[in-house]
């Protein structure tokens, strides 16, 4: 119970670092683009870090078809795919923020946010 507590110290000490660190990391996803694509890249859509749309592109010989339902069928995959594509960016900038932190647990907890993973390296590294 007592390695309980020094965690829970280290980590109130740590607060103004944390906080620091997620409105650098929250800028940071703001900033970057990530790009979903279906239909053989007929329909693509940008979205930022943040889970942002900020473009959807259909090509012109899709919208000339008419085929509705299957323009809003590869808007929707786009959209998941590039939505996915953002939760594990920001999944990896947590776990990078968290590793560098070196509170023990606190991989463990973020997982328990969405954000998996947080203890292992990441690939490449």
């Known amino acids: 119970m007592l390695r ?8 109130m000490g740590s ?3 944390i906080q620091s660190r997620m409105e650098a990391m929250k800028q940071t996803l ?3 683009k990530v790009e979903g694509s279906a239909g053989g890249g007929m329909v693509t859509v940008i979205a930022t870090g943040t889970h942002r749309i900020t473009q959807v592109r ?3 010989s899709l919208l000339v078809s008419g085929d509705r339902e299957m323009i809003e069928e590869l808007v929707a995959a786009a959209t998941n795919q590039v939505l996915e594509k953002a ?10 923020m968290a590793g560098d932190l070196e509170i023990p647990g606190i991989g463990d907890a973020l997982s328990r946010f969405g954000f ?3 203890d292992e390296t990441p690939s490449g590294t």
């Open 4 to 11: 309980g507590l020094g965690n829970i110290a280290k980590l």
């Open 15 to 17: 607060m103004g670092e």
């Open 30 to 32: 703001s900033e970057l």
């Open 58 to 60: 259909i090509e012109e």
């Open 87 to 96: 939760r594990q960016v920001a999944a990896e900038q947590m776990s990078q």
């Open 116 to 118: 998996g993973g947080m």
